[in-house]
Structure formats: structure tokens, C-alpha cells
């Protein structure tokens, strides 16, 4: 038992949500915890819904139905409700309904704040406005919106009827927007005028107009006004093109509505969201996550694994496109906690942006993602040392594997060694995590406490045998749970295909995994990504965390390219630091940092340097992406790229390196 670096005090155990869990259920601890969950999971989830108090209009008569088989496993059948319920309604005659729901701050500067009662209003008038329109169950409504306070409105307002939201990325161009309403047979959109995007006013209702030339089935499209200052002096958004028989007004169309609608009752498998992630190559796959799914799942995962409680304040800088956009208004709203969000970036228009709102929005709970840090760390700890972290209860993470270099960092200078590092991973098809840690967890550098209860997660070899301490597989879910998306929208042939088609009645979730001897759970990358060399396989970010250990190179990606005699060689494509000289005797230095840590094998061929990789909103590095640019392939769907131009800069390095 040696290596761990953090362990919770018996009164901070004693005092949090998992450890009230597991006595609840009567476990003895986490582990009796899991067995339990994986002897009777009908019984786990029926307690786990109890204890979140999710609250049904007509109670469930059967918790899990599996006769059409593990994939398309149905949830509290019998049962219906409205997830709004749960955000907004509970809260109604509470201290709570008078407490802020909603801080925001835009680029600008400018600030607002919701309460309860005000968000409850809010959603209501606007969905009220909806139905007017003719819109109710079953309608899928596009959200094409920054993180402004209005962008919870309208998603809980579509909840709140019974249509379906389609969240959509707020750097999508029209076409990739056109393929998504297209997909989803959207009828109706809730976009914006505007947004401000690192000091550059950007247009969204001219996107979203050319988008829709393309997109029969939208009859509707409601657009708020913004009154950010930075857009006053925007020529598109002075005199915006209006269509009388579609356009619609926010402003005007909530102006006689009443305070409070009363939420349309759907069957508790109605889907809630359609959210699509980008596949590999071809068109995007839509999820669907469902009413009583999508909360449950990721309302466990946070408010009793993460501990996340109502007192807190939860900053977790996203996009409204990506899952963690719903996730932060779902959970805040069942806890009872107040969410911050952020128009921009977390390092514009000032480096210690980020740092700053923690201490002015008095933050308790920060999501973060590895990139993220590993962004932030190359201006050093100036920008962090200037503000007061004193305040936060968890710091959090997902997106990708950690290296040892970024978890530290941010271990001893966000957290300073006293605030717990939670690691989590899943996905938006999972609703939430496969594995994460807890208050009962002593941690690791980059590791992950356990599997989640109720997932039945395994690591697997080829052969469908399950791994031995130290050992890499696939990660993998033994049983069906609660939040796994419903399908692949219009396609269950691809469903089956990419999650139940390589062990049979077994989930494959796409991630190598391996566990040490003392439990610990890694993420080693993507198994996509996953390179064997001299019969060795390794993820990338084992290479990327010894590269950036040099501290040379700020990021990395390494990629596996064909190799006549080893089958596989690697290349690192990197972003050096700032001074450091972009030659040959910089690229030996990385090659023998790999080779040191892993072996002569594992010694990068070709090394590359670029100023920036292609990433996503929520800053994930596109490796496939970058093996594609590398290779002159096709690199298949890049919508979900903040910075496509990257693309370009890869592929000429690439050339010009031979």
C-alpha cells in the first residue's frame, strides 16, 4: 500500500454522501457496496432513486425490464414523470426556491444571477410560449446557445412539455448543424443573435438561418435577443433577417405568459436529450437519454459519488453542446446547488480567468479537464497564487487520461494537497461514469477510487477473460445500467455493433483500462489509439506524460503509424514550450525521454512540432484526427473541433518533416 498521496479525514468520511449511502443500504463499505449493487441491481436502483428523492407522477411497478435483451434494457416501466420535477417543482415552498440557482459571467465582464424562483419562471413563461407555437411531447427542439443563463431556461422549457432537446455546440457551422436537426427531424430551434467568442463577436441566428435553408422539418425558431455590449457594434446582428411565419421573438413570445405551466407527465422512458458525439467517420451518432435515465445516472454519479451537496457552488466551464452543459443544470438543480456558468474560454480575457471565478463566485465544486491544465500550467503559478482557493470542496475531472506531470500540478496548486482530485470517465452514452472516485477513497496520482456501483464494470482481454493486476484490457460493462443511452437514433444496427458486438451481452465502452494492486483503477486512452509495438501495447498518453515530463512540451499527441519490421512506430506530434528551439536536438530529447520510461521499442520515430493540435470544445485532443492529418486520409467528422485550422498546420508539418 504505498503511493497514495491524499486520504479524506474520518470526519469529512463520515460526513459525506457516499458514506450516508452506503449505511443507508446497510453495506459495510464500498466494495460490500459493489457486490450488493451487482447481486440485486433491481434493488440498488430502486434505493438509489429513493434516496435522491426522484420523484415520479405515477410510481414504476417494475424497476428493469430485459426481455428484449441487455441493449435495449427498459428502466422503471410503468412508471411516469417529468424530469422538472425534479430541477424546479421540489424546490417550490423550500429555502431553497429564494437561493441562486444561476451566476453567470460573460467575456465582457458583466454579471447576473438567477434564483430558483426566477429560473422556475423563466422556464415556465418560455414554455408556455412553446406551447403556443403548437410544439408538446415528443418534438425535438434544437439549442443553439452559449452558456448564458437563458440556455437553462430553454432546455428545462422543452423538458418541461415533453419535447426532446437537441443540444447543439455553439461553434458548429451550419452544416454540421443542418446534419444534426436533419438527423434528429428537429421542428423547432432556440438559438441567440449572438455570442462573444475570445473578443470576437460571432453571429449565431445567420448561422442558424443558413442551417435551416437545409432543414424542412423546422417550422419554428425562437431567437433571444442579447444584450451583451461587445455585439452593439456587430453589422450582421443590426438588421437580422426575419422570417414572420417561423421567427419568433423570445421577448415577445413570453411577454403574456404565465408564471407557472404545469409540466407535461411523459412515460419515464420519454427521452429527455438527443445528443450526438462524433463518430470516426461518416455521419454523428445520436444518443438518446431519457427521463428517468440521464438524471438518475448522472445525479448519483455527482451529488452521492462526487459528493457534490446544496451548499455548493459548481463551475465546470463547457459548452451547452457537449453533455456536460445538461449535466451541470441537472445536477445543480436536484442538489439544490447553485451552477456558475461562463460565457468564453477559462483563460480569456485574462490567463487567470479561471482562478479569478473561483474566488469572486465563491466556487466549491471546479470541473476541470487534463488539457485544460496542461494549458494553464505553461504560464506557471503566478496566475493561480494571486487568488483564493481556500473555498473548494472537490475538484473534478473527465475528458481523457491524466499525466503524472498535469495531475500533480493541479493536486498541489489548485487543490494544495487538501482538496480531493476526483477522477471520472464514461461518456455521454453511459449518462455519466463507468469509474470514479470518492470521499472514501484514499487516491493516487491519475488514478480512479473504483467502478461506479450499479455498472458492473470489468477489464477484459482479447479473449474475453478478465485482466490480472497490472494488466491492460478493454473496459467494459457486465450488465446493463440505468443511464446507457436507448440506441443509436435511427440506426440500431450501428448500436449494437460499436458497444455489444466484440463480447457478446457485454458492453464495450472503447477505453483500455488496468487496475494495480491495491484496486486502482488507470485509464491508459482510447483502444482505438492504442499502439502494439514489439508485442507490447501501450496508450498514447503513457508516451504524452513522458514527453511533457521533459518539460520541453507543453502538449502532445502520440500516434502509431504502420512500420514494415515492428508492425507499428510511433510519432509524437508536439507543442513546444514557450523558448524551447523547434530542431533536431529538442526532438532527441523526446525520443530519449520515451525511451527511457518505456524502452528502446517504444522510441519515437519521428517527432514534429506545431503550434497548436486539433481539440474539441471541451479540449480533448483529436488523435485520430491527427493520425489522419499525418497520413493524408480523410479524418472523417471534424465538426466537433473548436480549431479546425489545426488540422491544416499537422498535416503541413507532416510534409515537411518527409
Given at each position: 500500500m504505498s503511493g497514495f498521496v491524499w486520504r479524506a479525514e474520518p470526519s469529512v468520511i463520515a460526513e459525506s454522501n457516499i458514506q450516508r449511502f452506503i449505511e443507508t443500504l446497510g453495506a459495510g463499505d464500498y466494495d460490500d457496496l459493489l457486490a450488493k449493487a451487482a447481486a440485486d441491481p433491481d434493488w440498488f436502483w430502486d434505493q438509489t432513486i429513493r434516496f435522491m428523492d426522484y420523484r415520479f407522477e405515477k410510481p414504476y411497478d417494475q424497476v428493469r425490464d430485459l426481455s428484449d435483451g441487455a441493449p435495449w434494457a427498459k428502466w422503471c416501466k410503468g412508471g411516469t414523470t417529468n424530469a422538472t420535477l425534479n430541477f424546479l417543482d421540489k424546490h417550490r415552498g423550500t429555502p431553497t426556491y429564494q437561493k441562486d440557482a444561476v451566476r453567470f459571467e460573460a467575456e465582457s465582464g458583466a454579471v447576473r444571477a438567477w434564483t430558483y424562483q426566477e429560473l422556475d419562471r423563466q422556464t415556465c413563461r418560455l414554455a408556455a410560449g412553446l406551447q403556443s407555437l403548437?410544439?408538446?411531447?415528443?418534438?425535438?427542439?434544437g439549442i443553439y446557445m452559449p452558456m448564458v443563463p437563458e440556455v437553462v431556461a430553454a432546455f428545462f422549457a422543452t423538458v418541461r412539455i415533453g419535447a426532446v432537446a437537441v443540444p447543439l455546440f455553439s461553434g458548429f457551422g451550419h452544416e454540421a448543424i443542418a446534419t444534426r436537426l436533419n438527423d434528429a427531424g428537429a421542428t423547432a430551434v432556440i438559438t441567440i443573435d449572438g455570442t462573444v467568442r475570445r473578443g470576437r463577436p460571432i453571429p449565431m441566428k445567420p448561422v442558424?438561418?443558413?442551417?435551416l435553408a437545409n432543414v424542412p422539418t423546422v417550422r419554428h425558431q425562437v431567437v433571444l435577443r442579447s444584450n451583451d455590449e461587445e455585439l452593439e457594434d456587430l453589422e450582421d446582428?443590426?438588421?437580422?433577417?426575419?422570417?414572420?411565419?417561423?421567427d419568433h421573438d423570445w421577448a415577445s413570445l413570453v411577454a403574456d405568459k404565465p408564471d407557472d405551466v404545469p409540466a407535461v407527465i411523459v412515460d419515464a422512458e420519454h427521452p429527455l436529450l438527443l445528443v450526438y458525439t462524433s463518430g470516426t467517420s461518416g455521419k454523428p451518432k445520436g444518443t438518446i437519454l431519457t427521463h428517468v435515465g440521464f438524471p438518475v445516472k448522472i445525479g448519483f454519479d455527482l451529488l452521492v459519488c462526487m459528493d457534490l451537496k446544496p451548499e455548493d457552488k459548481m463551475m465546470w466551464i463547457s459548452d451547452f453542446g457537449w453533455v456536460v452543459g445538461p449535466m451541470i443544470t441537472t445536477v445543480c438543480t436536484m442538489a439544490g446547488a447553485t451552477m456558475v456558468?461562463?460565457?468564453?474560454?477559462p483563460d480569456y480575457p485574462e490567463p487567470d480567468r479561471m482562478w479569478r471565478l473561483c474566488q469572486e463566485q465563491e466556487v466549491s465544486f471546479l470541473g476541470v479537464a487534463p488539457t485544460t491544465i496542461r494549458g494553464l500550467m505553461r504560464g506557471g503559478t503566478d496566475d493561480i497564487e494571486k487568488w483564493d482557493l481556500s473555498g473548494l470542496h472537490v475538484v473534478a475531472s473527465t475528458g481523457e487520461p491524466w499525466t503524472d506531470e498535469a495531475w500533480n500540478w493541479c493536486f498541489e496548486h489548485v487543490c494544495h494537497r487538501r482538496v480531493p482530485l476526483f477522477n471520472w470517465i464514461g461518456g455521454t452514452e453511459i449518462s455519466g461514469g463507468i469509474l470514479v472516485s470518492t470521499m472514501v477513497h484514499p487516491l493516487k496520482p491519475c488514478c480512479f477510487g473504483g467502478s461506479v456501483p450499479g455498472m458492473e464494470a470489468d477489464i477484459l482481454d482479447e479473449a474475453g477473460q478478465p485482466t490480472a493486476a497490472g494488466e491492460v484490457?478493454?473496459?467494459?460493462?457486465?450488465?446493463?445500467s440505468i443511464g446507457l443511452t436507448r440506441g443509436v437514433w435511427g440506426d440500431p444496427e450501428r448500436y449494437i455493433e460499436t458497444y455489444w458486438s466484440q463480447y457478446p451481452g457485454i458492453w464495450r465502452h472503447g477505453d483500455w483500462a488496468?487496475?494495480?494492486?491495491?484496486?486502482?483503477?488507470?485509464i491508459h486512452g482510447r483502444s482505438d489509439d492504442t499502439m502494439k509495438i514489439g508485442g507490447k501495447r501501450t496508450g498514447p498518453a503513457e508516451?504524452?506524460?513522458?514527453?511533457?515530463?521533459?518539460?520541453l512540451i507543453t502538449e502532445a499527441a502520440a500516434i502509431g503509424l504502420p512500420d514494415p519490421r515492428a508492425g507499428q512506430s510511433v510519432m509524437c506530434v508536439c507543442i513546444p514550450a514557450p523558448g524551447v528551439a523547434w530542431d533536431d536536438a529538442t526532438a532527441n530529447q523526446v525520443r530519449d525521454a520515451v525511451a527511457a520510461g518505456l524502452g528502446h521499442a517504444f522510441r519515437p520515430k519521428d517527432v514534429i512540432f506545431v503550434a497548436d493540435l486539433p481539440k474539441t470544445r471541451n479540449m480533448k485532443i483529436m488523435r485520430r484526427v491527427v493520425k489522419a492529418a499525418v497520413q493524408g486520409q480523410d479524418p472523417g467528422d471534424l465538426t466537433a473541433l473548436v480549431n479546425p485550422d489545426a488540422v491544416d498546420e499537422v498535416a503541413r508539418a507532416a510534409g515537411a518533416a518527409g
Amino acid at each position: 500500500m504505498s503511493g497514495f498521496v491524499w486520504r479524506a479525514e474520518p470526519s469529512v468520511i463520515a460526513e459525506s454522501n457516499i458514506q450516508r449511502f452506503i449505511e443507508t443500504l446497510g453495506a459495510g463499505d464500498y466494495d460490500d457496496l459493489l457486490a450488493k449493487a451487482a447481486a440485486d441491481p433491481d434493488w440498488f436502483w430502486d434505493q438509489t432513486i429513493r434516496f435522491m428523492d426522484y420523484r415520479f407522477e405515477k410510481p414504476y411497478d417494475q424497476v428493469r425490464d430485459l426481455s428484449d435483451g441487455a441493449p435495449w434494457a427498459k428502466w422503471c416501466k410503468g412508471g411516469t414523470t417529468n424530469a422538472t420535477l425534479n430541477f424546479l417543482d421540489k424546490h417550490r415552498g423550500t429555502p431553497t426556491y429564494q437561493k441562486d440557482a444561476v451566476r453567470f459571467e460573460a467575456e465582457s465582464g458583466a454579471v447576473r444571477a438567477w434564483t430558483y424562483q426566477e429560473l422556475d419562471r423563466q422556464t415556465c413563461r418560455l414554455a408556455a410560449g412553446l406551447q403556443s407555437l403548437g410544439l408538446g411531447p415528443g418534438d425535438k427542439v434544437g439549442i443553439y446557445m452559449p452558456m448564458v443563463p437563458e440556455v437553462v431556461a430553454a432546455f428545462f422549457a422543452t423538458v418541461r412539455i415533453g419535447a426532446v432537446a437537441v443540444p447543439l455546440f455553439s461553434g458548429f457551422g451550419h452544416e454540421a448543424i443542418a446534419t444534426r436537426l436533419n438527423d434528429a427531424g428537429a421542428t423547432a430551434v432556440i438559438t441567440i443573435d449572438g455570442t462573444v467568442r475570445r473578443g470576437r463577436p460571432i453571429p449565431m441566428k445567420p448561422v442558424m438561418d443558413d442551417a435551416l435553408a437545409n432543414v424542412p422539418t423546422v417550422r419554428h425558431q425562437v431567437v433571444l435577443r442579447s444584450n451583451d455590449e461587445e455585439l452593439e457594434d456587430l453589422e450582421d446582428l443590426e438588421d437580422l433577417p426575419w422570417q414572420d411565419d417561423r421567427d419568433h421573438d423570445w421577448a415577445s413570445l413570453v411577454a403574456d405568459k404565465p408564471d407557472d405551466v404545469p409540466a407535461v407527465i411523459v412515460d419515464a422512458e420519454h427521452p429527455l436529450l438527443l445528443v450526438y458525439t462524433s463518430g470516426t467517420s461518416g455521419k454523428p451518432k445520436g444518443t438518446i437519454l431519457t427521463h428517468v435515465g440521464f438524471p438518475v445516472k448522472i445525479g448519483f454519479d455527482l451529488l452521492v459519488c462526487m459528493d457534490l451537496k446544496p451548499e455548493d457552488k459548481m463551475m465546470w466551464i463547457s459548452d451547452f453542446g457537449w453533455v456536460v452543459g445538461p449535466m451541470i443544470t441537472t445536477v445543480c438543480t436536484m442538489a439544490g446547488a447553485t451552477m456558475v456558468l461562463v460565457e468564453g474560454t477559462p483563460d480569456y480575457p485574462e490567463p487567470d480567468r479561471m482562478w479569478r471565478l473561483c474566488q469572486e463566485q465563491e466556487v466549491s465544486f471546479l470541473g476541470v479537464a487534463p488539457t485544460t491544465i496542461r494549458g494553464l500550467m505553461r504560464g506557471g503559478t503566478d496566475d493561480i497564487e494571486k487568488w483564493d482557493l481556500s473555498g473548494l470542496h472537490v475538484v473534478a475531472s473527465t475528458g481523457e487520461p491524466w499525466t503524472d506531470e498535469a495531475w500533480n500540478w493541479c493536486f498541489e496548486h489548485v487543490c494544495h494537497r487538501r482538496v480531493p482530485l476526483f477522477n471520472w470517465i464514461g461518456g455521454t452514452e453511459i449518462s455519466g461514469g463507468i469509474l470514479v472516485s470518492t470521499m472514501v477513497h484514499p487516491l493516487k496520482p491519475c488514478c480512479f477510487g473504483g467502478s461506479v456501483p450499479g455498472m458492473e464494470a470489468d477489464i477484459l482481454d482479447e479473449a474475453g477473460q478478465p485482466t490480472a493486476a497490472g494488466e491492460v484490457g478493454e473496459l467494459v460493462l457486465r450488465a446493463p445500467s440505468i443511464g446507457l443511452t436507448r440506441g443509436v437514433w435511427g440506426d440500431p444496427e450501428r448500436y449494437i455493433e460499436t458497444y455489444w458486438s466484440q463480447y457478446p451481452g457485454i458492453w464495450r465502452h472503447g477505453d483500455w483500462a488496468s487496475r494495480d494492486e491495491d484496486g486502482l483503477w488507470y485509464i491508459h486512452g482510447r483502444s482505438d489509439d492504442t499502439m502494439k509495438i514489439g508485442g507490447k501495447r501501450t496508450g498514447p498518453a503513457e508516451i504524452e506524460g513522458l514527453v511533457m515530463a521533459t518539460g520541453l512540451i507543453t502538449e502532445a499527441a502520440a500516434i502509431g503509424l504502420p512500420d514494415p519490421r515492428a508492425g507499428q512506430s510511433v510519432m509524437c506530434v508536439c507543442i513546444p514550450a514557450p523558448g524551447v528551439a523547434w530542431d533536431d536536438a529538442t526532438a532527441n530529447q523526446v525520443r530519449d525521454a520515451v525511451a527511457a520510461g518505456l524502452g528502446h521499442a517504444f522510441r519515437p520515430k519521428d517527432v514534429i512540432f506545431v503550434a497548436d493540435l486539433p481539440k474539441t470544445r471541451n479540449m480533448k485532443i483529436m488523435r485520430r484526427v491527427v493520425k489522419a492529418a499525418v497520413q493524408g486520409q480523410d479524418p472523417g467528422d471534424l465538426t466537433a473541433l473548436v480549431n479546425p485550422d489545426a488540422v491544416d498546420e499537422v498535416a503541413r508539418a507532416a510534409g515537411a518533416a518527409g
